[in-house]
């Protein structure tokens, strides 16, 4: 029987829309929240900033902390909020 080859579909990704500098996501909410907001990081704006966020909650899966995952969490809220209220 021939073995299947593993499905590592994240190693084919590659991303132009977003540049968090490292040990971005080991922050506070609000650093993170700050640091994903700014143009140089996404230059596509905030949406780029949640979705990178969400990509890298799903991406660590269950090997990511409590602590850690709540921290994300509110870092997308308070882009949420951002992008909300420059929608308004």
Do not use: C, H
Request: hydrophobic share 30%.
């Amino acid at each position: 029987m021939a073995r299947r080859k593993p499905r590592n579909w994240v190693a084919g990704i590659t991303t132009v829309s977003t540049y968090p500098p490292p040990g971005t996501f080991t922050k506070s909410a609000g650093e993170i929240a700050r640091i994903m907001a700014r143009r140089d990081v996404s230059p596509k704006g905030i949406g780029s900033g949640i979705r990178m966020i969400q990509y890298f909650i799903n991406r660590s899966g269950k090997g990511l902390p409590e602590r850690r995952r709540t921290e994300l969490e509110k870092a997308k809220r308070i882009l949420q909020k951002r992008l909300r209220e420059s929608r308004s």
